[in-house]
């Protein structure tokens, strides 16, 4: 195996691991899954995606530097970042009082058919998953210092840079297309509703500590 390759696969071991370990995107994607189904978890996982190829292509690009850089510009997107956390951990919390009498699993596959034929719903899914990504300044920092250690010396460093960026979103995906599809087949352990109301508290007190661990930290 040439050392290019090598880096690549080590690369793409360490963007799977990165996917697994749990955050603020996973608390989102469990919500909109539980909540509307695999079609809204597909829709999450497609704004969150395009949260990480944002921040991998700046990386790679070098602009995600400023936030290395610049003190102001770091301090603007954390704080913009926890609070958009803390809202929707706030709403998860509130819209749990809202659960009501059971549902059966007819009724949430009759969600998510509804959901499948809502683009409202589906760009509702797809923009929470992005927002989310793109307000956290700890993954720009993150990749802007992550991907730079893949690039073989003598590779060239902007067109590695981007085949990196495409490989950390194929692994990212590949983890959240999965933890969704079985999420969804698992649905039907959620239909009772006090164990959703007690998932959607659950990730709602989840999305405000990420929120506040924000907030309250330092500059890498």
């Given amino acids: 195996m040439s050392s290019y ?25 469990l919500r909109q899954t539980i909540r509307h189904g695999r079609a809204r978890g597909f829709a999450t996982v497609a704004g969150i995606e395009s949260g990480v190829f944002f921040w991998a292509v700046m990386a790679a690009l070098g602009v995600t530097a400023l936030l290395s850089a610049s003190e102001i510009a770091y301090t603007v997107l954390r ?14 919390i509130l819209r749990s009082r809202t ?15 509804v959901a499948t034929t809502s683009p409202g719903s589906s760009r509702s899914a797809y923009r929470a998953g992005f927002v989310t990504n793109l307000a956290n300044p700890k993954a720009g920092v993150f990749a802007v210092s992550f991907l730079p250690q893949f690039i073989p010396s003598g590779a060239p460093v902007l067109a590695t840079g981007l085949l990196l960026a495409v490989i950390w979103v194929a692994c990212d995906c590949a983890w959240y297309l999965s933890l969704t599809t079985a999420i969804h087949a698992a649905r039907t352990l959620f239909a009772r509703s006090t164990l959703r109301r007690r998932v959607e508290r659950l990730t709602g007190v989840a999305l405000i500590g990420f929120g506040i661990r ?7």
């Fill in 5 to 29: 390759a090598a880096h690549l696969l080590a690369f793409a071991g360490a963007a799977l691991l990165l996917a697994i370990a749990p955050g603020p995107a996973t608390a989102v994607l």
């Fill in 79 to 92: 704080v913009a970042g926890a609070v958009l956390l803390v809202f929707l951990g706030v709403q998860a």
């Fill in 99 to 113: 659960t009501n009498a059971d549902q059966s699993a007819d009724e949430l596959v009759d969600a998510d058919a």
């Fill in 214 to 220: 924000l907030a309250a930290q330092s500059r890498p």
